[in-house]
């Protein structure tokens, strides 16, 4: 039988991003990273890039991202970028490490 061994967490950090109608970085890549919540207060849709190029609302977005929904992101340890179809609000960042 395989072993199965949980990612488990004591360190939290928080950061909060601005919404933007231009592409913004939301969150530096981090290779301590174990999970990553993302919250959008904005009353627009956040359209989220995993990675570090420019987030667009057509093609270029990996996560969209509903007003006022949260998303946890597990074992993504790369930067995410980010996008507002508005912009009002902001995203906040909980980085479980």
Do not use: C, D, P
């Amino acid at each position: 039988m395989a072993e199965v061994r949980l990612r488990t967490s004591g360190t939290a950090s928080q950061t909060s991003v601005e919404s933007s109608g231009t592409s913004v970085s939301l969150i530096a890549a981090n290779k301590q990273r174990k999970s990553i919540l993302i919250q959008n207060t904005s009353t627009a849709i956040l359209y989220v890039l995993f990675g570090t190029g420019t987030a667009t609302a057509t093609t270029a977005h990996s996560l969209q991202m509903a007003a006022n929904t949260s998303y946890l992101v597990e074992g993504y340890t790369g930067a995410l970028t980010g996008i507002w179809a508005s912009a009002n609000g902001q995203a906040n960042l909980t980085e479980f490490l």
